[in-house]
């Protein structure tokens, strides 16, 4: 087993896992699905015991396509980012969200700053970190605020490492 010196070029100053926030799981999204199937299955039976039974079809279609929806919806929860700054590195992997698909950004800290748009009514729009020859954005799927607190902390740590 070996330590690592708290002082040490590489230890990490701040570490983050960026995800998407989603207000249902994976149970919740099967009952809703459920229970619309079943919602829309009644109405469709009334509509076939008038006689209007081509009504079914697009019944199924809606369902078919919420289910479809709502599992992009899921699909899209699975991705996420993560953000290491150290005094020597800058560190971004990015994570599809099928999990095969990787992207990894490295960075200098001395060289690299963390630039904020923001909206009077909407808050903070993006987040971007500019280094010499390129741009990357970074944390798109984050809600103004979260992306206000994250700021926060990520601008602490970068100015930290640069010190």
Known sequence: MTSVAIDAPDAPI????LVPHRSMSNRGA???????????????????????????AF????IV???????LNLRDARRREEV????TAL????????????EQHRFN??????????????????????????VISIGDFLDPDSKESFAKAFGAALARAKR
Do not use: Q, Y
Request: charged fraction near 20%.
């Open 109 to 134: 800290p001395l060289g690299t700053r963390l630039h904020v748009e923001r909206h009077e009514e909407f808050g903070v729009t993006k987040l971007t970190l500019h280094n010499r020859d390129r």
């Open 14 to 17: 701040f570490e983050a896992c």
């Open 91 to 102: 560190e971004i992997r990015r994570f599809a969200p099928n999990g095969f698909k990787r």
């Open 65 to 71: 396509l919420l289910a479809w929806l709502v599992w």
């Open 59 to 62: 019944f199924g279609l809606d």
């Open 84 to 87: 290491s700054v150290s005094r």
């Open 30 to 56: 099967l009952c809703l699905v459920a229970f619309i199937s079943i919602l829309w299955g009644v109405m469709s039976l009334s509509f076939v015991s008038m006689g209007a039974w081509p009504v079914l």
